[in-house]
């Protein structure tokens, strides 16, 4: 009866020793699971991150290809704006001939809708400046006081009150011109040809003196007590040595300093200012002549002896030419001018 127990305990633990095996099975099954899970999972995950960077490449393709078509449109762009502002400078250019055609044409209009009164206003005005310019050529008052005849008969025709100024001053410049004497012209003239003739004998003031009082230096010898021989040697001695030193005022210390050489072409000069105002006095240039003749007295007053009766006969006949050419001068239509503008401006 003991035996039958022992030989049962064996089979009894039998089952624990075979449950192990099934265990590790199941682990290892387990974990090809995970891990196939893991692979497939891995596998999914690979290729959804592969789709990601095609699409990505996709759309970077796609915004190159955009941006490519941005920047022909930015060119094309550009050159529509460059084309439209080509053509709105040109538009500017018909615009400003346009202006331009368009400010002739009202010029032409307004000048055409002138009246009468204006158009004669007009007419008169530009008479006198031509006469004007024709008494100022020929020196004579008979192209200005036919002018202005002419003027005051039409004025006088057309009798409007707003023209009354105008007639009043053609008439205050036909008295002036009536009152006007005619310049002396071969009178002038031989006044300078003296002038001229009177340079060479003009005395500079860097000249020597003239000797003077030879008979009283003769004299003083004989009503010395010395010896005739000696005074007459003192004398060649002294009079060499006070011919020297000379003292005097002069105004212009470089009048002094004039060399023969400069001496002549200051003579030659005076004369070539008297001939210009000879020619301008001819070609009835009075401004010139009095300029030339103002130079030339300022020239003499500086260069020449004050105390000589030479260069105060030449001043004399400078002053004199030029209060005869003062006498003969035009008179200006100022008063007329001033009031043909007044009345061509509608005042």
């Given at each position: 009866?003991?035996?039958?127990?022992?030989?049962?305990?064996?089979e009894q633990g039998q089952?624990?020793?075979?449950?192990?095996?099934?265990?590790?099975?199941?682990?290892?099954?387990?974990?090809?699971?995970?891990?196939?899970?893991?692979?497939?999972?891995?596998a999914l995950l690979w290729?959804?991150?592969?789709?990601?960077?095609?699409?990505?490449?996709?759309?970077?393709?796609?915004?190159?290809?955009?941006?490519?078509?941005?920047?022909?449109?930015?060119?094309?762009?550009?050159?529509?704006?460059?084309?439209?502002?080509?053509?709105?400078?040109?538009?500017?250019?018909?615009?400003?001939?346009?202006?331009?055609?368009?400010?002739?044409?009202?010029?032409?209009?307004?000048?055409?809708?002138?009246?009468?009164?204006?158009?004669?206003?007009?007419?008169?005005?530009?008479?006198?400046?031509?006469?004007?310019?024709?008494?100022?050529?020929?020196?004579?008052?008979?192209?200005?006081?036919?002018?202005?005849?002419?003027?005051?008969?039409?004025?006088?025709?057309?009798?409007?009150?707003?023209?009354?100024?105008?007639?009043?001053?053609?008439?205050?410049?036909?008295?002036?011109?009536?009152?006007?004497?005619?310049?002396?012209?071969?009178?002038?003239?031989?006044?300078?040809?003296?002038?001229?003739?009177?340079?060479?004998?003009?005395?500079?003031?860097?000249?020597?003196?003239?000797?003077?009082?030879?008979?009283?230096?003769?004299?003083?010898?004989?009503?010395?007590?010395?010896?005739?021989?000696?005074?007459?040697?003192?004398?060649?001695?002294?009079?060499?040595?006070?011919?020297?030193?000379?003292?005097?005022?002069?105004?212009?210390?470089?009048?002094?300093?004039?060399?023969?050489?400069?001496?002549?072409?200051?003579?030659?000069?005076?004369?070539?200012?008297?001939?210009?105002?000879?020619?301008?006095?001819?070609?009835?240039?009075?401004?010139?002549?009095?300029?030339?003749?103002?130079?030339?007295?300022?020239?003499?007053?500086?260069?020449?002896?004050?105390?000589?009766?030479?260069?105060?006969?030449?001043?004399?006949?400078?002053?004199?030419?030029?209060?005869?050419?003062?006498?003969?001068?035009?008179?200006?239509?100022?008063?007329?001018?001033?009031?043909?503008?007044?009345?061509?401006?509608?005042?």
């Open positions: 009866m003991s035996a039958t127990p022992d030989s049962a305990a064996p089952p624990s020793t075979t449950a192990q095996p099934l265990a590790r099975s199941w682990v290892v099954w387990a974990a090809a699971a995970m891990a196939v899970l893991a692979l497939a999972f891995s290729q959804k991150i592969t789709r990601m960077q095609e699409q990505l490449a996709r759309q970077s393709a796609d915004a190159g290809q955009q941006s490519l078509e941005a920047k022909a449109w930015a060119k094309q762009a550009q050159d529509t704006v460059k084309d439209n502002a080509a053509r709105l400078g040109l538009i500017e250019g018909r615009l400003g001939e346009v202006a331009l055609q368009r400010g002739q044409l009202e010029e032409l209009i307004q000048s055409l809708s002138r009246s009468r009164d204006e158009n004669l206003v007009v007419d008169i005005e530009a008479g006198l400046r031509m006469a004007q310019q024709q008494a100022q050529l020929t020196g004579s008052t008979e192209p200005l006081m036919a002018t202005l005849k002419s003027a005051q008969q039409r004025l006088q025709r057309v009798a409007q009150p707003r023209l009354a100024p105008v007639l009043r001053a053609l008439e205050k410049d036909m008295e002036r011109l009536r009152g006007l004497q005619t310049p002396d012209l071969p009178g002038l003239l031989v006044r300078l040809d003296e002038a001229v003739a009177q340079v060479d004998a003009l005395v500079l003031a860097n000249q020597a003196p003239a000797p003077v009082a030879a008979a009283a230096s003769d004299a003083m010898p004989a009503r010395s007590a010395w010896p005739a021989w000696w005074s007459q040697g003192v004398q060649q001695i002294l009079e060499p040595m006070r011919d020297l030193v000379r003292i005097s005022r002069v105004n212009a210390p470089e009048a002094l300093l004039l060399s023969p050489e400069q001496s002549f072409f200051l003579r030659e000069n005076l004369k070539l200012k008297l001939l210009n105002a000879r020619l301008g006095l001819l070609s009835r240039q009075y401004d010139t002549v009095r300029t030339d003749l103002n130079q030339t007295a300022a020239a003499v007053r500086r260069y020449a002896d004050p105390q000589s009766r030479k260069t105060q006969q030449l001043l004399q006949l400078l002053d004199q030419a030029q209060q005869q050419l003062q006498k003969g001068e035009l008179p200006r239509l100022d008063a007329s001018l001033a009031a043909l503008a007044t009345a061509a401006a509608g005042r």
